[in-house]
């Protein structure tokens, strides 16, 4: 109607109004139709242009493209002759935070720092931005006074906002605290109505789910919320999240499709950081191992360019491991994780390493650093493994460490075989002969159901070096549960047919065996699971919850 009565400022403006509804609303594809039939209005109105672009930025923020708002908001500062900027130098200094451009941000927060007053809650929440990445407890302490100011303010979203960076920031320093932030952060949401703050809180619950216990539920939740809210960008960084925790649960390949699909996603979304100002190139295939090299070569220049720590470093580490050689491992490890050693260590790789150094003769203490910051469930599992290392060479029993490590990774297997094959020659050596090559059946059984070539190859070199048989082929026939009480292909045949009630003689003429075959076959089950009757091997050979 204002446009019709030709007061066309007016009517954008309305459209804006209309935008931040909808950005409420979690309907951020509504937001931008608006936004782009607002700006169709603007463009001999230079005020209400402005309006335009800021609630772009910050919708594309939003929506998980804040590289694409940057690089609007900056060509909108360099361009624009006159006029107030704060509020876009604001909405682009928080793109650039957002999308990890930390370089960037800084001197836009400089220029902020002279036309904004010191007291704003929005330049206290980008003050406290840019404390994240070197000065945590700066970071949590800043984001917590500037979510009080806001919410005396009514600024519920600033509020969310606020406490979102001091809870990721406490990510790294104290689980407990980070936790109780990001649940205020989320009754916050939910009180209000506001979807998208819904969708960060739960993302960043998820990632101390993934930390604590490999739980993909509230990633999910959070995935479907921003799914239909528009947040691609915001997706494909939950998927990473997701894959992450199905390569725990499942293996590396079984996670592959989950991250290509979120790779590809970011890639198209401009969402990746930026090299040379062009996006990073996609692919459209899986990599050939020859690649492998390049694609983390990729990994550590993206986190060269958004001040994060090269944590991909640590990549390389896993393949020397993989490949028998533990001393470049070690050291691999060491200068991936360097950068975050005084920090939670979030990432599941820093406790394989430590493992490694143990093995070779580090002090406990000394691999393992401050309780405290051991950070990822299968770090700790890492730990009581570590720990019945020591308990070996101190001539004690380790059983209670491992004990307390199993339970840690009950339900990761992969990490679980990882751990458990680095530490299985020392086991082996110390008289424990049938925990390591139990140990060592489970994980290749599992490799083989799993496809983790890779690990299994690395698991019998391992069965080999101790002197035990080494499985032939690759094909999945004996669950992993039952490999590591040493049943056979054959005897966990018959085992699924005992289980399934029938006697000796139905056995051998389903099978087209002797009767006496069978029981042979049965009797050695017996001895392997230390039962004395047929009847307990049903309930006494179940898989593990």
């Not at 594309?60 to 006159?82: K, P």
């Not at 990445?133 to 984001?143: F, N, V």
């Not at 060479?393 to 380790?398: D, E, I, L, V």
């Not at 680095?422 to 925990?435: D, L």
Request: contains cysteine; neutral net charge; proline residues 4%.
């Amino acid at each position: 109607m204002y446009e019709l009565a030709g007061y066309p400022d007016r009517a954008a403006r309305e459209l804006i109004r209309a935008a931040r509804a909808a950005v409420r609303g979690a309907a951020l594809d509504v937001a931008e139709q608006h936004l782009t039939a607002a700006h169709a209005l603007t463009d001999t109105l230079p005020d209400a242009a402005l309006d335009v672009l800021i609630e772009r930025i910050d919708t594309l923020t939003l929506a998980g493209r804040a590289a694409d708002g940057y690089h609007s908001g900056i060509a909108a500062l360099q361009s624009a002759a006159a006029g107030d900027s704060r509020r876009l130098l604001v909405a682009t200094t928080r793109a650039a935070y957002s999308a990890g451009l930390r370089a960037e941000a800084a001197p836009l927060l400089a220029r902020l720092e002279q036309v904004a007053e010191p007291t704003r809650s929005e330049l206290m929440v980008l003050r406290a931005d840019a404390a994240w990445a070197y000065r945590k407890p700066e970071a949590i302490q800043l984001g917590q006074l500037a979510a009080a100011r806001a919410l005396d303010e009514g600024r519920f979203e600033l509020a969310c906002e606020a406490l979102l960076v001091a809870g990721t920031a406490a990510q790294r320093r104290d689980i407990d605290l980070a936790a109780r932030i990001l649940h205020q952060a989320l009754a916050l949401s939910e009180a209000h109505r506001l979807s998208i703050w819904q969708v960060q809180a739960l993302a960043e619950l998820g990632v101390l789910d993934l930390a604590t216990d490999s739980d993909s539920t509230r990633d999910y939740q959070a995935r479907e919320r921003a799914t239909a809210a528009g947040m691609l960008g915001t997706v494909a960084v939950i998927d990473t999240q997701i894959g992450a925790v199905t390569a725990f649960r499942e293996g590396f390949l079984a996670a592959y499709p989950i991250y290509l699909r979120a790779d590809a996603q970011a890639r198209q979304l401009q969402c990746v950081l930026f090299a040379d100002d062009q996006p990073l190139p996609g692919r459209t295939r899986p990599a050939a191992p020859s690649e492998f090299d390049d694609l983390i070569a990729e990994a550590l220049a993206a986190g060269r360019k958004s001040g994060r720590a090269p944590w991909a470093r640590s990549l390389y580490g896993l393949r020397a491991w993989l490949h028998g050689d533990n001393s470049t491992a070690i050291r691999l490890f060491d200068e991936g994780m360097r950068n975050v050693q005084d920090e939670w260590h979030l990432i599941p790789w820093w406790g394989v390493g430590a493992v490694l150094r143990v093995v070779a003769g580090t002090d406990l203490e000394e691999a393992f650093g401050p309780p405290v910051l051991i950070g990822h469930h299968a770090n700790w599992a890492a730990r009581g493994y570590g720990t019945a290392v020591w308990e070996l060479q101190k001539g004690r029993s380790p059983s209670g460490s491992i004990a307390e490590a199993d339970h840690r990774v009950r339900h990761t297997p992969v990490h679980r075989h990882m751990l458990r094959t680095t530490i299985a020659p020392v086991v082996y050596q110390a008289g424990m002969e049938s925990v390591a090559e139990g140990w060592l059946r489970e994980a290749d059984a599992f490799c083989s159901a799993s496809g983790e070539r890779a690990l299994q190859r690395l698991v019998r070199r391992t069965l080999a070096s101790v002197g035990a048989k080494v499985p032939k082929g690759s094909k999945a026939m004996v669950p992993p549960h039952l490999a590591r009480l040493g049943i056979t292909a054959r005897e966990a045949e018959i085992l699924r047919l005992v289980n399934a009630g029938l006697s000796n003689a139905n056995i051998s003429q389903r099978l087209f065996i002797s009767t006496r075959t069978v029981e042979s076959h049965v009797s050695s089950m017996l001895q392997k699971t230390g039962l004395t009757t047929r009847e307990q091997l049903p309930s006494a050979t179940s898989a593990e919850d």
